[in-house]
């Protein structure tokens, strides 16, 4: 049963030095579902998303996601591949290029899905110059949809952390992502950063994107995803909507350590 699924998980592991970070894993995102990850520090959330996104390869199991009417696998993918594919990635704790506008931290990203690359566009090699103008616009449209468009011209230094959040969101939204991972997005941010960063999530999901998303605040993963995943020691040991997962015996112990 494959209709409606965008990503399905299968029996996925890594294992670091002989310890699993992720094991067994199994899982389906449906096609314009906001998933949440959750658990303690250490249970194999960021690495379940590299795994996804290619930036970790899997020790085992295996990974389909859906291109056209059915779900391919993309374990032999590289992450370019799976970038170019539309599964982006914000990392956890994603840094911005210092010296650069926002606009230019956008491009940067930009530049990773095209054929020549940043360095061939930083040359301005002639042939470039229509890619780069098609860029510029994409950038300019995904700085918009998130807010930024007067920052544009500004350092990304000075950019206030939610701001920055966001634009790293621009980034990935600019690769014109079918799933967009998140990994703590809202971590470190004040209430009011909080609150716009799950607007302008909710917002995304009105317009059918699939998401995954890791976040540790209760309340704000109740608010923004349609089910959660909950990892503990890299293993997968609830799935369920919000409410069902609030209930939850085994979360419960997970994170009070019982
Ligand atoms: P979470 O994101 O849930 O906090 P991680 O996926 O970052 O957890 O880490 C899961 C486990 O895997 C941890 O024990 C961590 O130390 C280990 N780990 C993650 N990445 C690496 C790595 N590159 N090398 C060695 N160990 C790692
Ligand atoms: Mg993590």
């Known amino acids: 049963m494959t209709a409606g699924t965008m990503l399905r998980v299968e029996g996925l592991g890594r294992a670091f030095g002989g310890v699993y970070a992720v094991r067994e894993v199994n899982l389906s995102v449906a096609e314009g579902e906001t998933r949440a990850v959750i658990g303690p520090n250490g249970a194999g959330k960021s690495t379940l998303f590299n795994l996804i996104s290619g930036h970790l390869t899997a020790d085992q199991g295996s990974v389909h996601y859906r291109t056209g009417e059915t779900l391919h696998p993309i374990d032999r993918l590289s992450a370019h591949s799976r970038a170019r594919q539309g599964i982006a990635i914000v990392f956890q704790g994603a840094r911005l290029f210092h010296g650069m506008t926002a606009l230019e931290n956008?491009?940067?990203?930009?530049?990773?899905?095209?054929?020549?690359?940043?360095?061939?566009?930083?040359?301005?090699?002639?042939?470039?110059h229509r890619e780069e103008a098609a860029i510029r616009?994409?950038?300019?449209?995904?700085?918009?949809r998130v807010g930024l468009k007067e920052w544009a011209h500004r350092s990304a230094d000075v950019l206030p952390l939610g701001q920055q959040r966001a634009l790293q969101v621009a980034r990935a939204l600019c690769a014109r992502p079918r799933l967009l991972l998140l990994d703590e997005p809202a971590s470190?941010?004040?209430?009011?950063e909080r609150e716009a960063l799950a607007r302008l999530i909710e917002s995304l999901r009105a317009e059918g994107l699939t998401m995954m998303l890791i976040e540790h605040d209760v309340a704000f993963v109740a608010r923004l995803a349609d089910r959660v995943t909950v990892l503990d020691l890299g293993e997968e040991i609830a799935e369920g909507t919000p409410e069902e997962i609030r209930g939850h015996d085994a979360v419960l112990a997970a994170y009070l350590g019982q």
Do not use: E, N, S
């Open 106 to 128: 956008v491009m940067v990203g930009a530049h990773a899905r095209t054929r020549h690359g940043f360095v061939a566009a930083a040359l301005r090699l002639p042939r470039h």
């Open 137 to 144: 616009a994409d950038a300019l449209a995904a700085l918009d």
């Open 188 to 192: 470190g941010l004040r209430a009011g």
